[in-house]
């Protein structure tokens, strides 16, 4: 049974940082692509980053160089180091795994497994 626990959330200050964690097990073959999504109460579910395996990563524009992902693979781990947070940042933050990728990621749709979430949350 594969699963996808993240780690890391917490509450923070305005113009800090944390490091999230999404840990991998199950998975007979490392998935094509992992990314980061966040939700925010009232809002819609929001693609952040991803990366494939053996590929560049990818950023939607809000946390293009704030945000960076990354993966080890010999701990089936990805990570999201978030710089310079703001209390826009504020929200849900979930892992996610696929099969594939598309040019449409962000809304979701490309991957089959999601993990719990953990809480980021951001006081000015």
């Known amino acids: 049974q594969v699963q996808l626990v993240e780690s890391g959330g917490g509450s923070v200050q305005a113009g800090e940082s944390l490091r999230l964690t999404c840990s991998a097990s199950g998975y007979i073959t490392r998935p094509y692509s992992m990314a980061w999504f966040r939700q925010a109460p009232g809002r819609e579910r929001e693609g952040l980053a991803v990366?494939?395996?053996?590929?560049?990563?990818s950023y939607v524009g809000s946390v293009k160089g704030r945000f960076t992902i990354s993966q080890d693979y010999a701990k089936n781990t990805v990570y999201l180091q978030m710089n310079n947070l703001t209390p826009g940042d504020t929200a849900m933050y979930y892992c996610?795994?696929?099969?594939?990728?598309?040019?449409?990621?962000?809304?979701?749709?490309?991957?089959?497994?999601w993990g719990p979430g953990t809480q980021v949350t951001v006081s000015s």
């Open positions: 990366i494939i395996r053996g590929g560049s990563p």
């Open positions: 996610a795994a696929g099969s594939k990728l598309s040019a449409d990621w962000p809304q979701g749709r490309d991957f089959d497994d």
